[in-house]
Structures are given as structure tokens and as C-alpha cells.
């Protein structure tokens, strides 16, 4: 999280768990589970300390009883923090939070991009909605995105890697973010004429 801060990153997504992941081997996913409490009760108190924000978007409800209550207690614990915003998406499902959204927004009188995104939070079990993602890094070689915030990607500057996500650690993220500032982001606009 240090070499995030020292890029200047203020939110920090972190696609841990798709609800797709449910059906890899018992045991893995089993594992998973224990990784992710034992972060929560371990490691995420360190992070609170420095300054650190720390929340899961996704489905709660499928989570073990533990991991959930271990989520909650972080939340709690780290909420007025304001250095950097890390989010875990933790049986998370990005068509199923927009499916889940639109079907809200069918039932309200205002449909715009902003109310749409309000209820796009409350479908991730999100507190805030999360502001839109500049840069998505994906790990491992593969060249797709898994069901990950679709919404909030829709202006984001892609960047794959070989690199296995236990690996990626500050010289990855240095030169993902030396890549990131070469880019041109013109949101669909034609840049300005020099002169």
C-alpha cells in the first residue's frame, strides 16, 4: 500500500473474489476464505493505523459468518480514515451490480448517470460510489477483465502484465504507473491544438 501512497493513489480497488470463484475446488475457495479473514484480523489493523480506509464490495450474504463479522469490525475500525481508500471486491460480480442497479432505477423517477451510480453502490454493498478507475492492472497474463467494476471501468486506461498477483509488488507498480503517464486520455475528445 506504501508504493500506492507514494503514487499519489487515493482509492485502490482489489478484484480478490469473483462470484465466479465459487466454483473452483472446495478446498481452494475454502482457503481463500481463510486468507481473507486472517487479512482482515492481522494485516488490515496495520493499515488502519497509517491512515488507511479499508472496505468490501460484493455479496455479503454467502460469506462465512466469521469472515463477515471480521469484515464489519475492519470497516468499523478504519472508517474515518482518509489517507487512501482500499477496497476489496470480495464475491463480487460487476453485470450482476449493474443488473441489480437497473432494476432499482426502474422503480425511481430520476435516471441519471449520477442516480444510476448511487444505486450502483447500494448493489455492491458499497457505502460510497466509488469514483471511476483510471488505471486497471491485470495480473496473471490474461488478456480480460472477469466480471470486474464494469461500470466504473468505462474511461480506464487497461494495462496487462505477466506478473502473478502475489508477485506484483512496488517495481510492477512502478512500471505500470511509468506505462499509465505515457498515455494520452482524451475521453473521447480531440486534444487541443499546440501551437
Same mark, same amino acid.
Request: one cysteine or more.
Given at each position: ?18 462470484? *465466479? ?5 472446495? #478446498? ?32 455479503? *450474504?454467502? =460469506?462465512?459468518? #466469521? ?25 463480487? #460480480? ?15 423517477? *430520476?435516471?441519471?448517470?449520477? #442516480?444510476?451510480?448511487? =444505486? ?13 478507475? *483510471? ?28 506478473? =502473478? ?31
Amino acid at each position: 500500500m506504501g508504493a500506492a501512497l507514494d503514487h499519489g493513489i487515493r482509492v485502490l480497488t482489489l478484484f480478490t473474489f469473483s462470484t *465466479d470463484n465459487w466454483g473452483r475446488p472446495e #478446498s481452494e475457495v475454502s482457503e481463500l476464505m481463510r486468507t481473507f479473514e486472517g487479512f482482515f484480523r492481522a494485516d488490515a489493523p496495520a493499515l488502519a493505523a497509517q491512515g488507511v480506509r479499508v472496505t468490501v464490495t460484493g455479496r455479503r *450474504d454467502r =460469506l462465512p459468518d #466469521s469472515l463477515h463479522a471480521a469484515i464489519v469490525k475492519m470497516e468499523d475500525a478504519s472508517a474515518a480514515q482518509a489517507e487512501m481508500h482500499v477496497r476489496l471486491a470480495i464475491d463480487y #460480480s460487476g453485470r450482476d451490480a449493474i443488473l441489480n442497479a437497473a432494476r432499482r432505477l426502474q422503480q425511481t423517477d *430520476d435516471d441519471s448517470a449520477e #442516480s444510476f451510480t448511487i =444505486l450502483l453502490a447500494e448493489a455492491e454493498h458499497a457505502e460510497d460510489p466509488a469514483p471511476d478507475v *483510471d488505471l486497471l492492472i491485470r495480473t496473471g497474463g490474461e488478456q480480460r477483465l472477469s466480471n470486474c467494476p464494469l461500470w466504473e471501468i468505462a474511461y480506464a486506461e487497461l494495462y496487462f502484465t505477466p506478473c =502473478l498477483w502475489p508477485d506484483f509488488g512496488p517495481a510492477e507498480l512502478d512500471a505500470a504507473m511509468q506505462e499509465f503517464h505515457t498515455r494520452h486520455r482524451r475521453f473521447g475528445r480531440i486534444p487541443a491544438a499546440v501551437s
